[in-house]
């Protein structure tokens, strides 16, 4: 090897901080004994990696090579969604700092990823926060991956949007000005995305529950159900 060349890289060797170094060894390691995927999603039939099988392959790695890994939550965002079968589903989304710091020489390289994760009971944070770390150890250490790039075993079937809009306007039906309230701030998306087959049967819902409440006047009757469509969206109240 050019004797030039030799000292550069021994420069380098000596000068870069060591954390990179734990890094590139990490690199090296797990490109030679790999990340194989013999997880299944039942819904979806396709294979995965599990966060047992990461932390498996990662932690004598890391120790080896002296590389710790400390998370921090920044900030998390919970939401409720309904299945499609009726069911409570909990939507967390996590903003997750890693903290990758050598045990050598204590230099420090930050990585940063967002997890997400739905789950009917109390582990939708949890696992969120497995799947940013195990999509940052990916990314960060360059793990081949095939095929889908899956965050759980676990695929959740949603409502439809007409189903939603539906379920939204049934919800409002108590009070005639959460209804309405409900309506005038929804119906402009809802006409711009349904197509119009689904858009009329939400017009209908909301005629229907329009014409439940107690007014002075007889409401005026509603146009046939095959009729409803872009005019009949104009709440009649």
Known sequence: MNKVVSDL???????APHVLQAINAVMLDISREGISKDRNNAQQGYKFRGIDDVYNALAPILSRNHLVITPRCLERSKEVVQTAKGGTLFYVT??????????GDGSVKLARMFGEAM???DKATNKAMSAAYK?????????????????DATTHQLPSL?????????GASADKGL???????????WKATMDKAAYARVVKVMHEIANSFPKDEPPPPPPPAEDFGIGDDEIPF
């Open 94 to 103: 996590v903003d997750m700092e890693f903290e990758l710091a050598s045990a």
């Open 119 to 121: 789950d009917s009971g």
């Open 9 to 15: 890289k021994a420069e380098a060797e000596i000068t």
């Open 162 to 170: 007409e189903d939603r809009a539906i379920n939204l306007l049934r």
């Open 135 to 151: 999509y940052m150890a990916m990314q960060e250490f360059c793990i081949p991956t095939e095929g889908d790039n899956d965050a």
């Open 179 to 189: 209804f309405k309230e409900a309506w005038e701030k929804n119906f402009p998306g």
